[in-house]
């Protein structure tokens, strides 16, 4: 099974206008419409997230 390692980053508002242009850029070599589940998972008492963590499977 190949690893995924997925990276999150905070950009200011202008970015998020600015990137969608700025990738339009970019030629698609190839699409694929694929499904994507996601569970999450805490415990009882939310112990993930009262430390600002979170745990998915994504399948």
Do not use: C, W
Not at 33 to 54: I, S, V
């Amino acid at each position: 099974m190949l690893q995924e390692i997925e990276l999150k980053l905070a950009i200011s508002p202008q970015i998020g206008i600015e990137l969608p242009q700025y990738l339009a850029k970019f030629t698609i070599l190839e699409h694929q419409n694929l499904f994507l589940g996601n569970t999450y998972y805490d415990y009882p008492d939310y112990f993930l997230a009262k430390q600002k963590m979170g745990l998915r499977m994504k399948v």
